[in-house]
C-alpha cells in the first residue's frame, strides 16, 4: 500500500479513471494496528483497486471533507467522486472489509 503524503497528490490520485481505495488511520489507532495484520492478502485479492493509506492526523482536512469521523476508515474513489466509504465501526474484521469489497465490485 503506498503512502497518500500530500493533498496534491490524494486530489490528483482520486481523479483518475481507475478506482482508488484509500484507507484512512493513524499512528496512534490500535484497530488500524490490527487491520494492518490481515489486510495484505485482501489488497492481493481486490487488486482491481489502487491501495492508498492516508495518515488523517497529517492531511487532516481531507479526512473532514470526506466524513471520515472513525478510524480506521476504507473510501473508493473513482473520477474524483466517493463511490464507497466503508466507516472504522464496520472495519474491524477481515470479513468485514471484504464483504464491503465484493460490494463494491
Not at 488500524?32 to 492526523?57: A, G, H, S
Not at 466524513?67 to 477481515?94: C, R, W, Y
Amino acid at each position: 500500500m503506498k503512502t497518500i503524503t500530500t493533498a496534491e497528490q490524494f486530489n490528483e490520485l482520486i481523479n483518475g479513471d481507475q478506482k482508488v481505495l484509500v484507507k484512512f488511520y493513524a499512528g496512534w489507532c490500535p484497530d488500524c494496528t490490527r487491520m494492518n495484520m490481515f489486510i495484505d492478502p485482501i489488497i492481493e485479492e481486490y487488486n482491481q483497486f489502487d491501495w492508498y493509506e492516508l495518515n488523517r492526523d497529517e492531511l487532516p482536512e481531507i479526512a473532514d471533507k470526506y466524513d471520515v469521523m472513525g478510524i480506521p476508515s476504507l473510501l473508493i474513489f473513482q473520477n474524483g467522486e466517493k463511490l464507497a466509504h466503508l466507516h472504522s465501526a464496520n472495519a474491524k474484521t477481515p470479513q468485514q472489509v471484504t464483504e464491503f469489497l465484493s460490494a463494491q465490485q
